[in-house]
T-cell receptor, first 111, second 111 residues
Framework: ETGVTQTPRHLVMGMTNKKSLKCEQHLGHNAMYWYKQSAKKPLELMFVYNFKEQTENNSVPSRFSPECPNSSHLFLHLHTLQPEDSALYLC??????????FGEGSRLTVL | EDQVTQSPEALRLQEGESSSLNCSYTVSGLRGLFWYRQDPGKGPEFLFTLYSAGEEKEKERLKATLTKKESFLHITAPKPEDSATYLCAVRKETSGSRLTFGEGTQLTVNP
């Protein structure tokens, strides 16, 4: 248990569906991240939020829409995805300039 | 361009056979080098942070070292439960919250 909880753990969706990934951290951290992990590729930063404000958007397509209502919760809203968006989506949190703590990930399959 | 390169891509060891994993980086103004362990289907688990050349950190059978161009993760007398993918990441002065990850080394320890 890392203190970062992601739901759902697995998600299968069609290209026309709308779904959301949820992340909650119980560590009192002030920054939250979304990363994408595809097979044989390095972790790819998507978004960063510090104290609920978005501080990084790594040129992510608009079909991915993040939401951070408070420092403990982070969502990734998904709509009209493509099969190449199938991947493991990882949420992480951090306090100050310390290390990242990751959740277990949400395995997304787009049909 | 900043780069983080891990080698080898995959490594098979016999139980008790010590070895090292390499992470070489080409970033200016390093603000931290991080090692993570990732088990299949799970999120990365933090192992070590190194900040300056010459620094070393140890945890059980693992020891991480840092020079100005690379880091090594030494595994002494590994056990099958050490089998995992080991990820290296760097943060630089001007990157703010961003970590740049390598592709990882997949370690298998056979009994």
């Amino acid at each position: 248990e890392t203190g970062v909880t992601q739901t759902p753990r697995h998600l299968v969706m069609g290209m026309t569906n709308k779904k959301s990934l949820k992340c909650e951290q119980h560590l009192g951290h002030n920054a939250m991240y979304w990363y994408k992990q595809s097979a044989k590729k390095p972790l790819e930063l998507m978004f960063v939020y510090n104290f609920k404000e978005q501080t990084e958007n790594n040129s992510v397509p608009s079909r991915f829409s993040p939401e951070c209502p408070n420092s403990s919760h982070l969502f990734l809203h998904l709509h009209t995805l493509q099969p190449e968006d199938s991947a493991l989506y990882l949420c992480a949190s951090r306090y100050g300039t310390g290390e990242l703590f990751f959740g277990e990930g949400s395995r997304l399959t787009v049909l | 361009e900043d780069q983080v390169t891990q080698s080898p891509e995959a490594l098979r060891l016999q139980e008790g056979e010590s070895s090292s994993l390499n992470c070489s980086y080409t970033v200016s103004g390093l603000r931290g080098l991080f090692w993570y362990r990732q088990d299949p289907g799970k999120g990365p688990e933090f192992l070590f942070t190194l900040y300056s050349a010459g620094e070393e950190k140890e945890k059980e059978r693992l020891k991480a070292t840092l020079t100005k161009k690379e880091s090594f993760l030494h595994i002494t007398a590994p056990k099958p439960e050490d089998s995992a993918t080991y990820l290296c990441a760097v943060r630089k002065e001007t990157s703010g919250s961003r970590l740049t990850f390598g592709e990882g080394t997949q370690l298998t320890v056979n009994p």
